[in-house]
């Protein structure tokens, strides 16, 4: 079993920056993938940004240039790094993580764009 737990989220002004965090409880050698989604109210939850262990990072055509996806893997951490926030930013930021024994969600953290 593997636990996430994210962090960081908050209502930011159009233009803004926000890191989000997301500590899971196994080490991060073993998640062959990390992933930060999004849900917007009425929308069904989509793939922001993903990064394997050794590979390059992906990202939503929406946030590419302006969020940043990044792994520490002593800390057990991945980061989300949100820049130039718009009000279509807004949305519930789930982290994700596939290991060998399966698909792990963390609870969500809250981001708000508006002014």
């Known amino acids: 079993q593997v636990r996430l737990v994210e962090s960081g989220g908050g209502l930011v002004q159009p233009g803004g920056s926000l890191r989000l965090s997301c500590v899971t409880s196994v080490n991060m050698f073993g998640v062959d993938d990390m992933g930060w989604y999004r849900q917007a109210p009425g929308k069904q939850r989509e793939l922001v940004a993903s990064?394997?262990?050794?590979?390059?990072?992906k990202y939503a055509s929406s946030v590419k240039g302006r969020f940043t996806i990044s792994r520490d893997n002593a800390k057990n951490t991945a980061y989300l790094q949100m820049n130039s926030l718009k009000p279509e930013d807004t949305g519930v930021y789930y982290c994700?993580?596939?290991?060998?024994?399966?698909?792990?969600w963390g609870q969500g953290t809250q981001v708000t764009v508006s002014s």
């Open positions: 994700n993580a596939v290991v060998k024994s399966g698909n792990y």
């Open positions: 990064r394997t262990g050794y590979g390059s990072p």
